[in-house]
Structure formats: C-alpha cells, structure tokens
C-alpha cells in the first residue's frame, strides 16, 4: 500500500519568513495530492491539493509543487503570519472516486512567531 | 448551514462499555469515512461507505461496526471499548463523482473520546 513520508515533524519560523513542508510517497499510481490544515482543537481543513498532470499550483500565498519522477512534492507558505500556525497534513491518494483512500503524512507542527 | 457534523462532540465512558458515534452530511456525497487521530495526530482511515456500501475497511478491529442507513449518515458503534480506543474519531464525506473534485474530503468537527 501507499506510504507518505512527511518532514519536518516541528516547524518554527519568524512572521514573515517563508515556510517549506517535504513529502514523498511510494505508489507511482498515486495522482492526487492534497494539503490539510489543522488548527488545535479544530477539524483538518483541506487549503490547496494538486493532481499528476500539474506541478505547481499557487493559491495567494500558498504553493504546492509535485514530482512525479522523483516522488515528492511539498507545501510553500509564504510571509507567515502567526495565524498559519497549525499542524499540516499532506496525503496521497489513487484519486478517481470512492475506491481509493487517502494516505495521510504525520503532520508538521509549524509556529510562526510573531 | 453545517455541511458535515458528528455528535457527540466529547465522550467519556469506561472501559467495557458500547457507545455510538454519529455522523451526518449535507453536501450531497456519496462517499463517507471514518478517520481515527490518535495522540501524536497521525491520521488513519478506518472505513469508507459509498452510497451505503461497505468499500474501504482497514484493519480495524471487529469490535467497531459502522452503519450507513442512507448515504447522508454514517454512524461508528463500539463494543467493548478499550483504553486504546481513546482518540479523537473524524467523519469525512467526499463526492465520489465528478471528475476533479470526486476525491475533495470534507471533515467533521469530531469526537473526542475518552475510555477511562
């Protein structure tokens, strides 16, 4: 089955600064990507996903880029803000319906410091 | 205008009891899950129900046994609970139709549940 590594575990930045999340998976038939928030206490929130045949996708200061060869594909949040502070989850998944589930990463706990 | 919502949202009881967890969707879906987080947040899907059809249950054990009585709900019950079986349980709902967006999951508030 899938595995999604995900790196770093913690994450601490300045307000600010830009912040990179790494993930790698193992099926080369995975083709779906997406990207959760979640905020303490709260439910994951899904902030920007990505399929196999794009390999960025920007969404105001979000980004998500995808290697298909190389199998990764990662998160850049740029000019933190202490609200971005959360834990973010990636995941990978076969796509195409309800047949395939998601695999998720461990999560990174990213702080931004004001 | 609450699209996908669980109750209770805290549960506490003692080891050896039954309890029920229920989920409902307003969105329309087909497809339904059950996720369970556990302390160090790792999430791991338990079950997932298209159209109220069993099509993904991972290696859970038999003492949880999800129902779905119409694709908008889908209820977890378990027998026996353990101390292990503390955790914060999701619902999640997706399309399952609809080219792009058919693996879009939407999560629940969840259940915080607490077997002491």
């Known amino acids: 089955g899938e595995n999604v590594e995900q790196h770093p575990s913690t994450l601490s930045v300045q307000e600010g600064d830009s912040a990179v999340i790494k993930c790698t998976y193992s099926d080369s038939a995975s083709n779906y990507f997406p990207w959760y928030k979640q905020e303490l206490g709260k439910r994951p929130q899904l902030i920007i996903d990505?399929?196999?045949?794009?390999g960025e996708k920007k969404d105001q200061r979000i980004a998500v880029t995808l290697n298909k060869t190389a199998k990764h594909f990662s998160l850049h949040i740029t000019e933190t803000q202490p609200e971005d502070s959360a834990v973010y989850f990636c995941a990978a998944s076969r796509g195409g319906g309800s047949n395939y589930k998601l695999t998720f990463g461990k999560g990174t706990l990213l702080t931004v410091n004001p | 205008d609450t699209a996908v919502s669980q109750t209770p949202k805290y549960l506490v009881t003692q080891m050896g009891n039954d309890k029920s967890i229920k989920c409902e969707q307003n969105?329309?879906?087909?497809?339904m899950y059950w996720y369970k987080q556990d302390s160090k947040k790792f999430l791991k899907i338990m079950f997932s129900?298209?159209?109220?059809?069993l099509i993904i249950n991972e290696t859970v054990p038999n003492r949880f046994s999800p129902k779905s009585p119409d694709k908008a709900h889908l209820n977890l019950h378990i027998n026996s609970l353990e101390l292990g079986d503390s955790a914060v349980y999701f619902c999640?709902?997706?399309?399952?139709w609809g080219g792009g967006s058919a693996d879009t999951q939407y999560f629940g508030p969840g259940t915080r549940l607490t077997v002491l």
């Open positions: 990505i399929r196999s045949n794009v």
């Open positions: 999640a709902s997706s399309p399952g």
């Open positions: 969105l329309g879906h087909d497809t």
């Open positions: 129900y298209n159209n109220k059809e």
